[in-house]
């Protein structure tokens, strides 16, 4: 019996060997075939014409490019640590090929301004297959030229007036008080939980002007189940993550297209006068046919996206940076509480336009959105042949802008890993700072995510002191605190309020 196992095993090794041999072989052949077609040499024009060329650096493996390093560097706290290698090596601007396509990656501010700036004859969104199938065919992350310029129009200038900007407001309020009223001392919070849920309830009523309730509760579920399928393996079949996450986007559709029914019959009883109360509205009054059905219960449920995750985990960065830096968090708390004291005093509530004066708040929200990079950056595919400042970014090439490395960069932002609100007092927010990308698809909701974050500090700092357990940022696939971000958090004092102007703190 062991003589058997032996045996086995030493014939199981031999072959094993093989394999390896073999594999490794065909690798380093199809490496070469592989270097000789995408040319992984310098290709700098010499002659004496304008250097107009391919960036330089590497495609990497066969099939697989550079990803594998690309994703461990991801996963690692210094995700910028992959293009930092080859900014070294190769400059600024590289070439790679990342997730199946042939890319040039741009850590040039300039380079991705122009990248941001252009239209779709040069370049055209690009996203990862699991993600493109998900989304509705006709969402505003997909769709290009005059389609895309009117729908982002008419959502943007909703999200900037001052109507939404006070609804937001008042239901932020609502939403955070009800949810803090429930914490108890010593008890701990998961501030990434409970950001997630105040944040979805008050985009959803922004959306579709759906309350809390049994509806919203099977919409979030279903939302979730959405959710998890963005970054799956882009496999269709049932029992794959993606199936179920299509499935749960049918349900949602099917709600929402219910709620468009509903408003378009109220608006052929009665002509839909006064301003718009959600986007729905929005989109319905508009006159254009192109804004079918169809097409806005897609974009609905895509707009819910950033409710769910990038305006909580800005809030939640925020609270762990501040956490880390007392200082910081103390001259915010006295920021906050100066406020809340003087309209207390007037016997006011506090406006949108009180939030968005807290000149501290507005530059915590700023750093820790430089130092978050919640978006990491954003991919375009070239249309055609494209040259910007002297590199060539063939058509059918992508291009990735790499937000990160610039808001890192120790040129542009001195001890740019060190967590300093105070740097934004005298700095500009320039060309070099685009956590809300830039150009045509400029963030339409980026003072919405400023205003719920800063709702929610205000309420947090000058209701709560907290203590932090350990905690820490992941990266990838969507930035996140790993453990949720718990805190244990105790309630200050009521009539510390009378005794604020003495004693803050
Ligand atoms: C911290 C929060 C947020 C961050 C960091 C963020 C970041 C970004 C970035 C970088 C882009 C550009 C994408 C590209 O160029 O391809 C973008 C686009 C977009 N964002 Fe946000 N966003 C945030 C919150 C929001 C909110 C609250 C909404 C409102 C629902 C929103 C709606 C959109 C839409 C609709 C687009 C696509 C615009 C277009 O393609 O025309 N975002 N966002």
Same mark, same amino acid.
């Given at each position: 019996?062991?003589?058997?196992?032996?045996?086995?095993?030493?014939?199981?090794?031999?072959?094993?060997?093989?394999?390896?041999?073999?594999?490794?072989?065909?690798?380093?052949?199809?490496?070469?075939?592989?270097?000789?077609?995408?040319?992984?040499?310098?290709?700098?024009?010499?002659?004496?014409?304008?250097?107009?060329?391919?960036?330089?650096?590497?495609?990497?493996?066969?099939?697989? %490019?550079? /990803?594998?390093?690309?994703?461990?560097?991801?996963?690692?706290?210094?995700?910028?640590?992959?293009?930092?290698?080859?900014?070294?090596?190769?400059? #600024?601007?590289?070439?790679?090929?990342?997730?199946?396509?042939?890319?040039?990656?741009?850590?040039?501010?300039?380079?991705?301004?122009?990248?941001?700036?252009?239209?779709?004859?040069?370049?055209?969104?690009?996203?990862?297959?699991?993600?493109?199938?998900?989304? %509705?065919?006709?969402?505003?992350?997909?769709?290009?030229?005059?389609?895309?310029?009117?729908?982002?129009?008419?959502?943007?200038?909703?999200?900037? &007036?001052?109507?939404?900007?006070?609804?937001?407001?008042?239901?932020?309020?609502?939403?955070?008080?009800?949810?803090?009223?429930?914490?108890?001392?010593?008890?701990?919070?998961?501030?990434?939980?409970? /950001?997630?849920?105040?944040?979805?309830?008050?985009?959803?009523?922004?959306?579709? &002007?759906?309350?809390?309730?049994?509806?919203?509760? &099977?919409?979030?579920?279903?939302?979730?189940?959405?959710?998890?399928?963005?970054?799956?393996?882009?496999?269709?079949?049932?029992?794959?993550?993606?199936?179920?996450?299509?499935? @749960?986007?049918?349900?949602?559709?099917?709600?929402?297209?219910?709620?468009?029914?509903?408003?378009?019959?109220?608006?052929?009883?009665?002509?839909?006068?006064?301003?718009?109360?959600?986007?729905?509205?929005?989109?319905?009054?508009? @006159?254009?046919?192109?804004?079918?059905?169809?097409?806005?219960?897609?974009?609905?449920?895509?707009?819910?996206?950033?409710? #769910?995750? &990038?305006?909580?985990?800005?809030?939640?960065?925020?609270?762990?940076?501040?956490?880390?830096?007392?200082?910081?968090?103390?001259?915010?708390?006295?920021?906050?509480?100066?406020?809340?004291?003087?309209?207390?005093?007037?016997?006011?509530?506090?406006?949108?336009?009180?939030?968005?004066?807290?000149?501290?708040?507005?530059?915590?929200? $700023?750093?820790?959105?430089?130092?978050?990079?919640?978006?990491?950056?954003?991919?375009?595919?070239?249309?055609?042949?494209?040259?910007?400042?002297?590199?060539?970014?063939?058509?059918?090439?992508?291009?990735?802008?790499?937000?990160?490395?610039?808001?890192?960069?120790?040129?542009?932002?001195?001890?740019?890993?060190?967590?300093?609100?105070?740097?934004?007092?005298?700095?500009?927010?320039?060309?070099?700072?685009?956590?809300?990308?830039?150009?045509?698809?400029?963030?339409?909701?980026?003072?919405?995510?400023?205003?719920?974050?800063?709702?929610?500090?205000?309420?947090?700092?000058?209701?709560?002191?907290?203590?932090? #357990?350990?905690?820490?940022?992941?990266?990838?696939? /969507?930035?996140?605190?790993?453990?949720?971000?718990?805190?244990?958090?105790?309630?200050?004092?009521?009539? $510390?309020?009378?005794?604020?102007?003495?004693?803050? /703190?």
């Amino acid at each position: 019996m062991d003589n058997l196992s032996i045996q086995f095993s030493c014939s199981t090794t031999t072959t094993t060997l093989a394999t390896v041999i073999l594999l490794l072989s065909t690798l380093v052949l199809l490496r070469k075939y592989w270097k000789r077609r995408h040319g992984s040499s310098p290709s700098r024009n010499t002659t004496t014409n304008p250097p107009i060329s391919l960036p330089l650096g590497t495609s990497g493996w066969p099939f697989i %490019g550079e /990803t594998m390093e690309f994703i461990s560097c991801a996963y690692s706290d210094r995700p910028e640590s992959f293009m930092d290698k080859r900014r070294r090596m190769y400059g #600024e601007v590289f070439k790679s090929h990342i997730f199946g396509h042939s890319t040039i990656v741009s850590t040039d501010a300039e380079v991705s301004r122009v990248v941001l700036q252009s239209d779709s004859k040069n370049f055209i969104p690009s996203y990862p297959r699991s993600l493109t199938e998900l989304m %509705g065919k006709s969402s505003i992350l997909l769709i290009n030229g005059n389609l895309q310029r009117r729908v982002h129009g008419l959502i943007g200038s909703f999200f900037k &007036s001052s109507h939404l900007k006070a609804q937001i407001t008042l239901d932020m309020q609502k939403y955070v008080q009800e949810s803090m009223t429930l914490w108890r001392d010593d008890q701990l919070i998961y501030i990434q939980d409970e /950001t997630k849920s105040i944040a979805f309830h008050v985009l959803v009523k922004a959306l579709i &002007s759906l309350d809390p309730g049994r509806e919203m509760q &099977s919409l979030k579920q279903d939302f979730q189940q959405f959710i998890a399928g963005l970054m799956s393996m882009p496999i269709n079949m049932p029992g794959t993550q993606l199936y179920r996450s299509l499935q @749960a986007r049918k349900r949602m559709v099917r709600f929402v297209q219910k709620v468009i029914q509903v408003r378009m019959n109220k608006s052929s009883e009665s002509s839909r006068a006064g301003s718009p109360k959600d986007v729905i509205d929005v989109l319905l009054n508009d @006159a254009s046919e192109q804004l079918t059905v169809d097409l806005i219960s897609d974009n609905m449920i895509d707009l819910m996206i950033p409710g #769910e995750d &990038s305006v909580p985990v800005l809030m939640t960065l925020a609270v762990k940076y501040l956490s880390d830096c007392p200082r910081a968090l103390h001259q915010l708390m006295e920021e906050n509480m100066n406020l809340k004291r003087q309209k207390a005093v007037l016997g006011e509530p506090l406006s949108w336009s009180d939030y968005m004066s807290l000149s501290f708040t507005q530059n915590v929200i $700023s750093e820790t959105l430089r130092m978050g990079n919640i978006i990491i950056g954003v991919m375009r595919k070239a249309m055609r042949d494209v040259e910007i400042k002297g590199y060539l970014i063939p058509k059918g090439w992508c291009v990735f802008t790499y937000f990160r490395s610039v808001h890192l960069d120790d040129n542009l932002y001195e001890w740019p890993y060190q967590f300093c609100p105070w740097r934004w007092q005298e700095k500009e927010m320039g060309s070099n700072f685009t956590p809300f990308g830039g150009g045509q698809r400029l963030c339409p909701g980026l003072d919405l995510a400023r205003l719920e974050t800063t709702i929610f500090l205000h309420h947090f700092v000058t209701q709560f002191r907290w203590v932090a #357990e350990e905690d820490c940022i992941v990266n990838f696939p /969507t930035v996140r605190l790993k453990r949720r971000m718990p805190v244990r958090v105790k309630r200050r004092r009521e009539r $510390s309020l009378a005794q604020l102007s003495s004693n803050p /703190t």
